[in-house]
Protein backbone atom coordinates (compact mmCIF):
# COMPACT_ATOMS: atom_id res chain seq x y z
CA UNK A 1 0.00 0.00 0.00
CA UNK A 2 1.25 3.36 -0.96
CA UNK A 3 -0.23 6.41 0.56
CA UNK A 4 -1.39 9.24 -1.68
CA UNK A 5 1.41 11.09 -0.19
CA UNK A 6 4.72 10.56 2.23
CA UNK A 7 3.87 10.17 5.90
CA UNK A 8 6.49 11.60 7.91
CA UNK A 9 6.87 11.00 11.48
CA UNK A 10 6.00 13.96 13.67
CA UNK A 11 9.82 13.80 14.74
CA UNK A 12 10.84 14.38 11.43
CA UNK A 13 8.51 17.44 10.44
CA UNK A 14 9.41 19.23 14.08
CA UNK A 15 13.78 18.33 12.84
CA UNK A 16 12.45 20.21 9.52
CA UNK A 17 10.95 23.53 11.21
CA UNK A 18 13.44 23.41 13.63
CA UNK A 19 16.43 23.36 11.11
CA UNK A 20 14.47 26.05 9.18
CA UNK A 21 13.78 24.26 5.90
CA UNK A 22 10.23 24.71 6.38
CA UNK A 23 7.49 26.91 8.53
CA UNK A 24 4.57 26.03 10.22
CA UNK A 25 2.65 28.30 7.85
CA UNK A 26 3.85 26.44 4.94
CA UNK A 27 2.96 22.80 6.10
CA UNK A 28 -0.50 24.19 6.78
CA UNK A 29 -0.90 25.62 3.81
CA UNK A 30 -0.06 22.29 1.96
CA UNK A 31 -2.09 20.40 4.25
CA UNK A 32 -5.09 22.75 3.32
CA UNK A 33 -4.27 22.22 -0.23
CA UNK A 34 -5.08 18.84 0.07
CA UNK A 35 -8.40 19.07 1.76
CA UNK A 36 -9.70 20.99 -1.73
CA UNK A 37 -8.87 17.88 -3.74
CA UNK A 38 -9.24 13.94 -4.08
CA UNK A 39 -10.44 12.68 -1.03
CA UNK A 40 -10.67 15.58 0.75
CA UNK A 41 -14.07 16.90 0.86
CA UNK A 42 -14.93 13.53 2.00
CA UNK A 43 -12.60 13.55 4.57
CA UNK A 44 -13.45 16.61 7.13
CA UNK A 45 -17.06 18.05 7.93
CA UNK A 46 -14.96 21.21 8.82
CA UNK A 47 -11.94 22.75 7.64
CA UNK A 48 -10.31 25.39 9.79
CA UNK A 49 -8.91 27.42 7.45
CA UNK A 50 -8.51 30.76 9.01
CA UNK A 51 -7.94 29.35 12.66
CA UNK A 52 -5.47 27.11 11.36
CA UNK A 53 -3.42 29.62 9.49
CA UNK A 54 -3.55 31.99 12.56
CA UNK A 55 -2.16 29.20 14.70
CA UNK A 56 0.87 28.15 12.17
CA UNK A 57 1.86 31.89 12.30
CA UNK A 58 1.60 31.80 16.24
CA UNK A 59 3.80 28.64 16.30
CA UNK A 60 6.32 30.02 13.92
CA UNK A 61 5.97 33.16 15.66
CA UNK A 62 7.30 31.57 18.65
CA UNK A 63 9.53 29.21 16.78
CA UNK A 64 11.82 32.31 15.70
CA UNK A 65 11.92 33.68 19.48
CA UNK A 66 13.77 30.33 20.46
CA UNK A 67 10.33 28.34 21.64
CA UNK A 68 8.97 25.40 21.00
CA UNK A 69 5.77 24.12 23.27
CA UNK A 70 6.01 20.35 22.32
CA UNK A 71 7.33 18.08 20.32
CA UNK A 72 4.09 18.91 17.89
CA UNK A 73 4.54 22.27 17.62
CA UNK A 74 3.71 23.58 14.52
CA UNK A 75 2.13 20.56 13.16
CA UNK A 76 -1.16 20.25 11.21
CA UNK A 77 -3.25 17.43 13.61
CA UNK A 78 -7.28 16.60 12.15
CA UNK A 79 -9.66 15.91 15.09
CA UNK A 80 -12.85 13.38 14.95
CA UNK A 81 -16.42 15.11 14.74
CA UNK A 82 -17.05 14.04 17.65
CA UNK A 83 -14.78 16.64 19.65
CA UNK A 84 -16.57 19.79 20.48
CA UNK A 85 -15.18 22.66 19.41
CA UNK A 86 -16.53 26.24 21.16
CA UNK A 87 -19.05 27.81 19.02
CA UNK A 88 -19.86 24.99 16.77
CA UNK A 89 -22.30 22.05 16.89
CA UNK A 90 -20.97 19.28 17.56
CA UNK A 91 -21.75 16.71 14.48
CA UNK A 92 -20.78 13.26 15.08
CA UNK A 93 -20.97 12.81 11.46
CA UNK A 94 -24.57 13.51 11.03
CA UNK A 95 -26.91 16.10 9.77
CA UNK A 96 -29.44 15.44 12.77
CA UNK A 97 -27.40 17.62 15.11
CA UNK A 98 -26.60 20.41 12.63
CA UNK A 99 -29.18 22.77 14.59
CA UNK A 100 -28.06 21.85 17.65
CA UNK A 101 -27.02 24.38 19.98
CA UNK A 102 -23.20 24.95 19.64
CA UNK A 103 -20.98 23.89 22.49
CA UNK A 104 -19.53 26.37 24.96
CA UNK A 105 -16.16 24.91 25.48
CA UNK A 106 -13.61 23.07 23.68
CA UNK A 107 -12.91 19.27 24.35
CA UNK A 108 -10.21 18.81 26.87
CA UNK A 109 -8.11 16.98 24.25
CA UNK A 110 -8.20 19.77 21.44
CA UNK A 111 -7.51 21.72 24.19
CA UNK A 112 -4.11 20.02 25.12
CA UNK A 113 -3.10 19.52 21.48
CA UNK A 114 -3.72 23.49 21.16
CA UNK A 115 -1.87 24.44 24.06
CA UNK A 116 1.38 21.98 22.54
CA UNK A 117 1.42 23.84 19.74
CA UNK A 118 -0.90 21.74 17.33
CA UNK A 119 -2.35 23.49 14.43
CA UNK A 120 -5.90 21.83 14.41
CA UNK A 121 -6.85 21.23 10.97
CA UNK A 122 -10.79 20.31 11.03
CA UNK A 123 -13.06 18.46 12.02
CA UNK A 124 -12.84 14.65 10.06
CA UNK A 125 -15.69 12.50 8.74
CA UNK A 126 -16.82 9.28 10.64
CA UNK A 127 -19.22 6.58 10.44
CA UNK A 128 -22.69 8.77 11.92
CA UNK A 129 -22.09 8.64 15.63
CA UNK A 130 -19.62 6.13 15.99
CA UNK A 131 -21.51 3.71 15.70
CA UNK A 132 -19.64 1.02 12.88
CA UNK A 133 -16.58 -0.27 12.23
CA UNK A 134 -16.49 0.24 8.55
CA UNK A 135 -16.57 3.84 7.62
CA UNK A 136 -18.83 4.17 5.51
CA UNK A 137 -21.37 7.59 5.73
CA UNK A 138 -24.54 8.55 3.68
CA UNK A 139 -24.37 11.83 4.58
CA UNK A 140 -21.36 13.10 3.68
CA UNK A 141 -19.76 10.54 1.62
CA UNK A 142 -17.13 7.47 2.40
CA UNK A 143 -13.39 8.54 1.80
CA UNK A 144 -11.91 5.59 -0.27
CA UNK A 145 -8.94 3.73 1.09
CA UNK A 146 -5.19 4.20 -0.55
CA UNK A 147 -5.49 0.52 -1.61
CA UNK A 148 -6.74 -0.05 -5.04
CA UNK A 149 -7.93 3.45 -4.84
CA UNK A 150 -9.25 3.77 -8.39
CA UNK A 151 -10.52 -0.34 -8.79
CA UNK A 152 -14.32 -0.71 -8.55
CA UNK A 153 -15.12 2.25 -6.61
CA UNK A 154 -12.34 1.66 -3.70
CA UNK A 155 -12.13 -0.10 -0.26
CA UNK A 156 -13.27 1.16 2.49
CA UNK A 157 -11.11 3.05 5.12
CA UNK A 158 -12.47 1.12 8.13
CA UNK A 159 -14.84 3.12 10.82
CA UNK A 160 -15.43 4.95 13.15
CA UNK A 161 -13.20 7.32 12.76
CA UNK A 162 -12.45 6.96 9.37
CA UNK A 163 -11.83 10.69 7.61
CA UNK A 164 -9.13 10.14 10.40
CA UNK A 165 -7.22 7.61 8.59
CA UNK A 166 -7.57 9.23 5.40
CA UNK A 167 -6.18 12.41 6.76
CA UNK A 168 -2.94 11.00 7.37
CA UNK A 169 -2.78 9.32 4.72
CA UNK A 170 -3.49 11.85 1.76
CA UNK A 171 -1.45 14.48 3.62
CA UNK A 172 -4.17 16.41 5.10
CA UNK A 173 -2.50 16.25 8.34
CA UNK A 174 0.56 14.64 10.04
CA UNK A 175 -1.75 12.79 12.81
CA UNK A 176 -5.56 12.17 13.16
CA UNK A 177 -6.55 12.20 17.17
CA UNK A 178 -10.00 9.73 16.90
CA UNK A 179 -12.26 7.51 19.14
CA UNK A 180 -12.30 4.02 20.11
CA UNK A 181 -14.87 2.03 21.40
CA UNK A 182 -14.95 -1.27 19.51
CA UNK A 183 -11.97 -0.61 16.92
CA UNK A 184 -12.78 3.04 15.32
CA UNK A 185 -8.76 3.54 15.85
CA UNK A 186 -7.04 0.51 15.12
CA UNK A 187 -9.58 -0.44 12.44
CA UNK A 188 -8.92 2.02 9.81
CA UNK A 189 -5.25 2.27 10.89
CA UNK A 190 -4.80 -1.37 9.74
CA UNK A 191 -6.99 -1.25 6.65
CA UNK A 192 -4.53 2.17 5.75
CA UNK A 193 -1.21 0.90 6.69
CA UNK A 194 -1.32 3.36 10.04
CA UNK A 195 -0.59 2.84 13.40
CA UNK A 196 -3.18 3.34 15.73
CA UNK A 197 -2.75 2.95 19.34
CA UNK A 198 -6.54 2.88 22.02
CA UNK A 199 -4.92 3.73 25.27
CA UNK A 200 -6.56 2.60 29.02
CA UNK A 201 -10.17 4.52 28.63
CA UNK A 202 -9.02 6.45 31.95
CA UNK A 203 -6.37 7.91 30.81
CA UNK A 204 -7.52 10.55 28.69
CA UNK A 205 -10.45 12.95 29.39
CA UNK A 206 -13.89 12.10 28.00
CA UNK A 207 -15.07 16.14 28.86
CA UNK A 208 -16.30 17.80 25.57
CA UNK A 209 -16.85 14.38 23.44
CA UNK A 210 -19.77 13.23 22.24
CA UNK A 211 -19.91 9.75 23.63
CA UNK A 212 -21.37 6.71 22.40
CA UNK A 213 -20.50 4.19 25.44
CA UNK A 214 -19.81 5.53 28.45
CA UNK A 215 -17.74 2.14 29.61
CA UNK A 216 -16.05 1.49 26.41
CA UNK A 217 -15.36 4.93 24.63
CA UNK A 218 -11.13 5.82 24.51
CA UNK A 219 -9.29 8.23 22.67
CA UNK A 220 -6.53 7.83 20.79
CA UNK A 221 -3.96 8.76 17.93
CA UNK A 222 -3.86 7.26 14.33
CA UNK A 223 -0.31 8.42 13.07
CA UNK A 224 2.77 7.22 11.04
CA UNK A 225 4.51 5.51 13.57
CA UNK A 226 4.56 4.01 17.66
CA UNK A 227 7.19 7.08 18.74
CA UNK A 228 4.15 9.87 17.17
CA UNK A 229 1.28 7.98 19.38
CA UNK A 230 3.36 7.83 22.22
CA UNK A 231 4.38 11.37 22.06
CA UNK A 232 0.50 12.34 21.56
CA UNK A 233 -0.75 9.81 23.95
CA UNK A 234 1.56 12.01 26.32
CA UNK A 235 -0.14 15.20 25.68
CA UNK A 236 -3.55 14.02 25.13
CA UNK A 237 -3.33 12.51 29.00
CA UNK A 238 -1.41 15.12 30.31
CA UNK A 239 1.59 12.71 31.06
CA UNK A 240 4.88 13.94 31.10
CA UNK A 241 6.56 13.48 27.95
CA UNK A 242 9.46 11.12 28.22
CA UNK A 243 11.59 9.63 25.64
CA UNK A 244 10.24 6.14 24.79
CA UNK A 245 12.49 3.18 24.60
CA UNK A 246 12.28 0.15 22.08
CA UNK A 247 11.48 -3.09 25.15
CA UNK A 248 13.75 -6.75 24.50
CA UNK A 249 12.03 -8.74 22.41
CA UNK A 250 14.41 -11.57 23.51
CA UNK A 251 12.40 -13.88 26.03
CA UNK A 252 9.05 -11.55 25.69
CA UNK A 253 5.79 -13.53 26.52
CA UNK A 254 3.27 -13.30 24.85
CA UNK A 255 -0.33 -15.17 24.43
CA UNK A 256 -1.69 -15.71 20.77
CA UNK A 257 -5.17 -16.96 21.41
CA UNK A 258 -5.82 -19.69 19.02
CA UNK A 259 -9.93 -19.14 19.39
CA UNK A 260 -12.39 -16.72 17.70
CA UNK A 261 -9.87 -14.02 16.40
CA UNK A 262 -8.43 -15.89 13.78
CA UNK A 263 -12.01 -17.32 12.55
CA UNK A 264 -12.53 -16.55 8.95
CA UNK A 265 -9.01 -15.27 8.85
CA UNK A 266 -8.34 -14.85 4.81
CA UNK A 267 -5.14 -15.53 2.99
CA UNK A 268 -3.42 -12.30 2.83
CA UNK A 269 -3.57 -11.88 6.58
CA UNK A 270 -3.34 -15.71 7.56
CA UNK A 271 0.51 -15.03 5.39
CA UNK A 272 0.96 -11.62 7.23
CA UNK A 273 0.03 -12.92 10.48
CA UNK A 274 2.17 -16.13 10.35
CA UNK A 275 5.04 -13.97 9.27
CA UNK A 276 5.26 -11.98 12.25
CA UNK A 277 5.02 -14.85 14.59
CA UNK A 278 8.37 -16.41 12.77
CA UNK A 279 9.69 -13.00 13.42
CA UNK A 280 9.05 -12.68 16.79
CA UNK A 281 10.25 -16.01 17.24
CA UNK A 282 13.19 -15.83 15.68
CA UNK A 283 14.41 -12.28 17.80
CA UNK A 284 13.59 -14.45 20.89
CA UNK A 285 9.88 -14.24 21.72
CA UNK A 286 7.85 -16.91 23.67
CA UNK A 287 4.65 -16.87 22.10
CA UNK A 288 2.46 -19.12 23.86
CA UNK A 289 -1.06 -20.63 21.54
CA UNK A 290 -3.79 -20.76 23.84
CA UNK A 291 -7.60 -21.22 23.59
CA UNK A 292 -8.37 -18.11 25.91
CA UNK A 293 -12.17 -19.73 27.51
CA UNK A 294 -13.80 -16.26 27.64
CA UNK A 295 -13.33 -14.98 24.31
CA UNK A 296 -16.02 -17.38 23.58
CA UNK A 297 -18.33 -16.24 25.76
CA UNK A 298 -18.40 -12.37 24.73
CA UNK A 299 -20.87 -12.74 21.74
CA UNK A 300 -23.52 -14.04 24.28
CA UNK A 301 -22.49 -11.55 27.16
CA UNK A 302 -23.27 -9.07 24.60
CA UNK A 303 -26.16 -10.76 22.76
CA UNK A 304 -28.97 -8.06 23.24
CA UNK A 305 -26.37 -5.38 22.27
CA UNK A 306 -24.43 -4.68 25.00
CA UNK A 307 -23.40 -1.64 26.64
CA UNK A 308 -23.17 0.30 23.23
CA UNK A 309 -26.57 -0.32 22.25
CA UNK A 310 -27.96 0.33 26.02
CA UNK A 311 -25.87 3.54 26.43
CA UNK A 312 -26.22 4.94 22.78
CA UNK A 313 -29.76 4.31 23.58
CA UNK A 314 -29.90 6.65 26.40
CA UNK A 315 -28.08 9.48 24.63
CA UNK A 316 -30.58 9.50 21.03
CA UNK A 317 -33.80 8.20 22.56
CA UNK A 318 -35.05 11.73 22.37
CA UNK A 319 -34.19 12.03 18.49
CA UNK A 320 -35.23 8.07 17.93
CA UNK A 321 -38.76 8.98 18.66
CA UNK A 322 -39.08 12.40 16.40
CA UNK A 323 -36.31 11.83 14.11
CA UNK A 324 -35.39 8.55 13.17
CA UNK A 325 -35.40 8.91 9.45
CA UNK A 326 -32.45 11.24 9.67
CA UNK A 327 -30.23 8.94 10.72
CA UNK A 328 -27.95 6.31 8.63
CA UNK A 329 -30.65 3.26 8.75
CA UNK A 330 -27.99 1.19 9.61
CA UNK A 331 -27.28 3.36 12.53
CA UNK A 332 -30.29 3.74 13.93
CA UNK A 333 -31.75 0.12 13.74
CA UNK A 334 -28.90 -0.94 15.74
CA UNK A 335 -29.53 2.14 18.42
CA UNK A 336 -33.16 0.84 18.81
CA UNK A 337 -31.62 -2.17 20.18
CA UNK A 338 -30.81 -0.62 23.41
CA UNK A 339 -34.60 -0.09 23.44
CA UNK A 340 -35.30 -3.10 25.07
CA UNK A 341 -32.04 -3.76 27.31
CA UNK A 342 -33.38 -3.50 31.11
CA UNK A 343 -32.09 -2.00 33.75
CA UNK A 344 -31.28 -5.27 35.33
CA UNK A 345 -29.85 -6.29 31.79
CA UNK A 346 -27.49 -3.61 32.30
CA UNK A 347 -26.54 -4.43 35.88
CA UNK A 348 -26.28 -8.42 35.38
CA UNK A 349 -24.08 -6.81 32.26
CA UNK A 350 -21.74 -4.97 34.68
CA UNK A 351 -21.09 -7.82 37.17
CA UNK A 352 -20.36 -10.53 34.16
CA UNK A 353 -17.91 -7.61 32.35
CA UNK A 354 -15.99 -7.83 35.61
CA UNK A 355 -16.57 -11.12 36.19
CA UNK A 356 -14.90 -11.72 32.51
CA UNK A 357 -11.99 -9.40 33.08
CA UNK A 358 -11.02 -11.00 36.06
CA UNK A 359 -10.84 -14.46 33.92
CA UNK A 360 -8.99 -12.72 31.16
CA UNK A 361 -6.37 -11.68 33.60
CA UNK A 362 -6.17 -14.56 36.00
CA UNK A 363 -4.96 -16.23 31.96
CA UNK A 364 -2.57 -12.90 31.35
CA UNK A 365 -0.93 -13.21 34.03
CA UNK A 366 2.41 -15.23 33.06
CA UNK A 367 2.32 -13.39 30.00
CA UNK A 368 3.26 -9.89 29.28
CA UNK A 369 0.88 -9.28 26.18
CA UNK A 370 -2.25 -10.59 24.03
CA UNK A 371 -0.81 -10.58 20.09
CA UNK A 372 -3.70 -11.27 17.56
CA UNK A 373 -4.75 -9.84 14.43
CA UNK A 374 -6.37 -6.57 13.99
CA UNK A 375 -8.91 -7.69 11.91
CA UNK A 376 -8.87 -11.11 9.81
CA UNK A 377 -9.75 -9.73 6.53
CA UNK A 378 -8.50 -7.06 4.44
CA UNK A 379 -10.71 -3.52 3.69
CA UNK A 380 -13.71 -4.93 1.50
CA UNK A 381 -15.20 -2.60 -1.59
CA UNK A 382 -17.10 -0.10 -0.85
CA UNK A 383 -19.98 -1.20 -3.40
CA UNK A 384 -19.86 -4.62 -1.85
CA UNK A 385 -21.23 -3.14 1.81
CA UNK A 386 -22.89 -0.47 0.57
CA UNK A 387 -25.75 -1.99 -1.59
CA UNK A 388 -26.22 -5.30 0.88
CA UNK A 389 -27.48 -4.62 4.32
CA UNK A 390 -26.48 -8.03 5.19
CA UNK A 391 -23.50 -8.01 3.58
CA UNK A 392 -22.73 -4.99 5.88
CA UNK A 393 -23.72 -6.24 8.87
CA UNK A 394 -21.99 -9.73 8.46
CA UNK A 395 -18.79 -7.94 7.71
CA UNK A 396 -19.06 -4.79 10.47
CA UNK A 397 -19.52 -8.14 12.77
CA UNK A 398 -16.31 -9.46 11.73
CA UNK A 399 -14.15 -6.41 11.86
CA UNK A 400 -14.93 -5.36 14.88
CA UNK A 401 -15.15 -8.88 16.79
CA UNK A 402 -10.99 -8.92 17.31
CA UNK A 403 -10.58 -5.13 18.88
CA UNK A 404 -13.94 -5.28 20.62
CA UNK A 405 -12.51 -7.85 23.14
CA UNK A 406 -9.66 -5.36 24.26
CA UNK A 407 -12.27 -2.35 24.54
CA UNK A 408 -14.32 -5.05 27.36
CA UNK A 409 -11.34 -5.62 28.88
CA UNK A 410 -10.91 -1.83 29.73
CA UNK A 411 -7.53 -2.97 28.33
CA UNK A 412 -5.10 -0.73 25.79
CA UNK A 413 -3.84 -1.97 22.54
CA UNK A 414 -2.13 -0.89 19.08
CA UNK A 415 -1.70 -1.84 15.77
CA UNK A 416 1.23 -1.94 13.55
CA UNK A 417 1.07 -2.09 10.04
CA UNK A 418 2.90 -6.09 9.18
CA UNK A 419 2.47 -6.06 5.43
CA UNK A 420 5.20 -6.22 2.88
CA UNK A 421 5.70 -3.34 0.74
CA UNK A 422 3.18 -3.32 -2.04
CA UNK A 423 0.35 -5.78 -0.38
CA UNK A 424 -2.62 -5.32 0.98
CA UNK A 425 -2.47 -3.61 4.55
CA UNK A 426 -2.76 -5.96 7.26
CA UNK A 427 -2.62 -4.83 11.14
CA UNK A 428 -1.03 -6.77 14.10
CA UNK A 429 -2.32 -5.71 17.21
CA UNK A 430 -0.25 -6.27 20.65
CA UNK A 431 -2.17 -5.53 23.59
CA UNK A 432 -2.30 -5.65 27.46
CA UNK A 433 -4.44 -5.12 30.32
CA UNK A 434 -5.23 -1.86 32.14
CA UNK A 435 -2.45 0.35 32.82
CA UNK A 436 0.63 -0.96 30.89
CA UNK A 437 -0.40 1.66 28.00
CA UNK A 438 4.04 2.56 28.51
CA UNK A 439 5.07 -1.35 28.34
CA UNK A 440 2.96 -1.87 25.19
CA UNK A 441 4.41 1.10 23.44
CA UNK A 442 8.10 -0.11 24.44
CA UNK A 443 7.00 -3.07 23.31
CA UNK A 444 5.44 -1.80 19.84
CA UNK A 445 8.66 -0.08 19.12
CA UNK A 446 10.83 -2.84 19.10
CA UNK A 447 8.14 -4.66 17.17
CA UNK A 448 7.80 -2.06 14.76
CA UNK A 449 11.74 -1.95 13.93
CA UNK A 450 11.92 -5.85 14.15
CA UNK A 451 8.97 -6.16 11.06
CA UNK A 452 10.82 -2.84 9.23
CA UNK A 453 13.85 -4.24 8.99
CA UNK A 454 12.42 -7.89 7.54
Known sequence: MTPAFPLPRLDQA???????????????????????????????????QESALAEARASDGLRAAGLARSPIEGLPISVKDLFDIAGLPTLGGSRLLADAAPAT??????????????????????????????????????????????????????????????SV???????????????SVRIPSAFCGLTGFKPTARRVSMQGVLPLSANLDSIGPLAPSVRCCATLDAILSGEPLQTLHAASLQGLRLLAPTNVVLDGMDATVAAA?????????QAGAHITHAVVAPFNELAEINAKGGFTAAEAWAWH?????????????????????GKDISAADYIDLLARRQQWIARVEAQMADHDLLILPTVPVVAPKIADLSQSDEAYFRANGLILRNPTL??????????LPCHRAGEAPVGLSLAGTGGQDRRLLSVALAVEQLLAEA
Request: proline share 3%; net charge neutral.
Open 14 to 48: FQRLDQGDTTAVQLTEQALARTQQGEGTKVFTRVF
Open 169 to 183: TDGMAMAGIGSDTGG
Open 273 to 281: WERALSLLS
Open 105 to 166: RTAEVVQRLRQAGAVIMGTTNMTEFAYSGLGLNPHYGTPRNPWLRDEDGGRIPGGSSSGAAI
Open 317 to 337: REYLASRLNEYDPRVGTRILR
Open 406 to 415: INFLDGCAIS
